[in-house]
């Protein structure tokens, strides 16, 4: 392109009425040259269309022929040939929905069949492996299913640089379309209806207490208090912060603690256990679906491992007897095992979901974990074995994985909250309390 670029200057200088040389043999020849260079022009500005053509074409469409090409060579040469079935022929491979930026690709999809694949061993760090390259390098698959039979995979590609986290100027922005829902990021959306509770690791200052402040805001925004159900039915919201710095404006708010006061915290969970049982016993009573009755509950709990070890400072043996953190987490366990069917949820951070703070069959209970700023122990905690090839990566304030049982963890980044949020979340709490300004202007 650029010879073609060149010559046709070039030609085009010559071609000048005025050009003239201080040699008369040469411009006597100079029509003669001229008639030649008109034709190289033609040839060399048709040369330069197609190379503009083909560069575009190119363009469009690399992440389509080259990654193909890249997979293929991939599958043939040692790196993934033990994925290969010897003897069989390539799979054919069906490139969709790319997404991409002016020099990167965003996102894209990858149908293969299996046919010719050793299925036991296809799985997303082969597929990793396939698609990493020079090209090609910050591409990690972040979702793979494969039909009932086995003989196709649908793989979803992304570009782990690309930025999909929500950038928010008020709690607006960070409305969800439905009800029930969660915004994660731009592509990512949390979905309780599916994947009840959700389950928050991270260490200090990963962005653990701004995503619950987001959770709060998102639910209140979309829930209001049922008018013709017995009160201690109605939707409640309930938030327990011990560390007591972040809530610490809304402590007069009902079914609010704020501060390490493990009494105080065991009460406010075991009124929420009421609550639940009592929608359970009505719902049993008229054998009714909670979404046609009741709008949803949410318990909030942050720093979970903080309230466990607050236990021990209860010096009075009475008191002990009733609040502990074995009868603590025993209520946890029945709360959460079955709050989903009556409409109540439950959302915990905890700096690390480690089993000696929190109790494996409690963290089981939890369909939606965020790791955030995670580890590779942090990792295995949350998701097992299905997310550890996500270990490698370095991550940034607000970034994590994210993963239901519905899709694989892949790596998120948290909405940023932009704006001072205390007041417009307290102005959110009133509605839902239907309370006037008042409790704003009495602080
Ligand atoms: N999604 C995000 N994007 C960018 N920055 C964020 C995000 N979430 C949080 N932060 C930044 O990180 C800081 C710490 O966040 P946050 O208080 O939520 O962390 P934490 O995990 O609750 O920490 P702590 O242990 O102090 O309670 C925030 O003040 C904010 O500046
Ligand atoms: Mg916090």
Redesign the pocket.
Known sequence: MLIAFLLTKGIAYINQPTVQTHYPLVNQLLPIIKKITSILQLTSEACLLVSGLLILVFWLVPSRLSLKQKINSRLLDGNASSIMRSGMKLPTIKISHVKRSLLSIKSLQIDMSLTSLDVERFDRMAIGRLITGLWFRNLSVVDMTTSVDQTTATIKIENAHTDW?I?ASSFADLQPKKRGTFLIDKRTTADWLVAPHMLIS?????????????LLASHLHVTRKEQDVPDEMKSVVSMIDP?G??FARFRQLPNMVVGLDPIAIFEQVEAFEKHMTARMEYLGDTGQRWQDVFESSILVL??YASIGVSFGTITDKELSKRYNAKEFNAMMLRLISRAASSGCFIVV?I?QADSTLLPTNVRAQFLNRLA??PDAESITFMFDNDAKELATQQF????GIYGDVLTRPKVI?????DFEWQSPLLALFNDFLQVSDQMEHTE
Not at 202 to 214: P, Q, Y
Not at 413 to 417: A, H, M, S, V
């Open positions: 986290q950038k991270g260490k200090t200052r990963s962005g653990k207490t701004m995503f619950l402040v987001h560390k710095q972040d942050d720093e951070s700096v955030m700023r940034t304030v607000g970034q980044k948290t909405p940023y909250l």
